[in-house]
């Protein structure tokens, strides 16, 4: 399994120190990352990619746009997606989860309302 990410890094002054710094931090995400496959395989687990979305939360206007691969294909990004019952959106709002709330519970409150202003039930 190979995974490409695409990063851009600021550019800085050139010093060695901050060139240092990089290569480090690249060479331990690589180690990182090849430490989590091999366990993972050991495991069983493999990586669905058709089911695997990215998603970049950000308070800025402009959402970036991010290129990870996994073995050559690219990871879709998504601006909001459900995550254990809960709407989680790129802007990090709660407006949409809010309102998909309220009309869940107008929605059943509807189909129970009979239930719940009959005066008659026991």
Not at 48 to 76: A, H, L, W, Y
Request: charged share 35%; net charge positive; with cysteine.
């Amino acid at each position: 399994m190979k995974i490409n990410i695409k990063l851009k890094i600021p550019r800085r002054k050139s010093t060695k120190a901050a060139k240092y710094d990089v290569s480090q931090l690249k060479n331990e995400e690589l180690q990182r990352k090849y430490a989590v496959e091999e366990e993972s395989e050991k495991c069983g687990l493999f990586t669905n990619i058709r089911k695997t979305k990215i998603m970049v939360s950000s308070r800025e206007k402009v959402i970036p746009q991010i290129d990870i691969k996994i073995d050559g294909e690219r990871v879709e990004q998504v601006a909001n997606f459900t995550y254990l019952g809960h709407w989680i959106t790129e802007d990090g709002r709660s407006d949409q989860e809010v309102n998909r709330r309220i009309g869940k519970a107008k929605h059943t409150f509807s189909r129970m309302s009979k239930l719940l202003t009959n005066r008659s039930a026991e």
